[in-house]
C-alpha cells in the first residue's frame, strides 16, 4: 500500500516531533558548552568506508547495511552509523591541519535492516560526538561527562556508567590467542556464525546474543587481564579521573562494542533492566583504516534519540509542551482581512506565536477552533474594529476584556 510506510521507519509529527526538537535541542545546546561544532554528512557514502571502519565480520556490515549498486555500478550503502562518515569528512577537509583537538557533533538519521523493536527502528536518529586528536583519558572524560549531563538535563534516572578496556592492537593480539584457544575448547556449542567469527576476530564472539554462546561467553578470558603496560595505566588514569569528578561507573568486563575499530576505552549508559541507552569509546586505529597515511587517535560515543524518548516514557519523564497560541486573530468580513493578517505578521515578527482564520469560518466557528488549540487571548477584527481603531482583547482563561487601541496590541505581547 502506498498510503502506508514500510516497516521500521517512523514519520514524525505533532507530540513527537515536538519532544523529538526539544532533545535534539537540548543535546545541541550542551555541545555548543563543550565547545563542539556540528557536522552533517552525506545520507550514504562508498560502502568500502564502512567495510573498513566498521568492520567486515560485524554484525552490521555482515547483515543489517542497506547497500545498493548506484547507476554508475557503484557501490553505495546508506549509513548505519555515524562515526566513520566524520572521519572520513575529517581527512577529505584536512581538518588535522587546524589546531588539535577537533571536536564534532552531529544529528543524523543512520540505517539498520535488523527487526523493528522497542525504541529501535531501521531509520533511526542519532547524536553523536568525536573528539579526534587526543591519547589522553580526558577526552574519554569530557565525553563520558557530557553524556552524563545530558541524561540529567533529559530527566532520565534509570541510567548507569559501565566502563571497560579492551586494549590496543598489541596487547589484544594476546588476548586474541588466548580467546581463540579457550573458544576452541567450546566450538561444537557455538552457534555457526560464531564458529566462523572466532576464526576471522575472536573478539565479535563476546558480542553474541545467542543463549549458547552466552553462556560459553561468561567463563571466557577478559581483555582487562591482557592489557599491556600503557593500555592498563590509560585505564587507571580514567578511572582516577572518574573518581575525582565523582561521576559513578561500574567496572563491565563484558562490554566490547560491537564495532571493530573500538580500542582501549569501552563505555555504555545501561539502566536497571539492562538496555543501553547510549554507548561510545576510544578508537585511535580508526582513521588509519580509512587512510593508512595518517594515524590520529580518537573518541566518541552514540545516542539514539529513539531510544532516548523511549526510555523518557518509560520512566514517565513528562518534557515541556509545545509553546501554546498566544494569540488568536478573528477575521469578520472580507475587507477585514488585509489589515488583519498585517496586524498578525506584525506581532509575529517580535516572536509571538499568533494564528488566524484561513478557512473563512463564522466568527463563532473562530472562536470554538481558537478554543481548540489553546489561544491565551482573541481578538476579532472587522470593519467596525477598522473604523474606530479599536478591538476588544479577550483572556481565554478568565473571559475578562479589554478594550485597546489597534496599534497597541502589538505591545501586549512584546
Known sequence: MITQA???????????????TLVEKIARDLAKTYHISEIITPVFEHTV????????????????MYTFLDKGDRSITLKPEGTSPVMRAYLEHNMYAQPAPTKLFYVTPAFRYEKPQSGRLRQHHQFGVEFVGSKSPLAEVEVITLVSTLIRKLGLSDAKLHINSIGCKDCRKTYNDALLAYLKEHEEQLCPTCRERMLKNPLRVLDCKVDTCKTIVDKAPRTIEYLDEECREHFEELQALLDELNVPYEIDTGIVRGLDYYTKTVFEFVNSEGFTLCGGGRYDGLIHEIDEKQDIPSVGFGMGIERILYFLEKEGVQLPSEDSVELYVGILGKEAKAKAYKLVNEIRSHGIIVETDYMDRSVKAQMKYANKIGAKKTVVIGSDELEKGVARVKDMETGEQTEVALTDIPGLFV
Open 49 to 64: 568506508l564502512f567495510q573498513r571502519g566498521v568492520g567486515e565480520t560485524t554484525d552490521v556490515v555482515q547483515k543489517e
Open 6 to 20: 514500510p516497516r521500521g521507519v517512523q514519520d514524525w509529527y505533532g507530540e513527537e516531533m515536538h519532544k523529538r
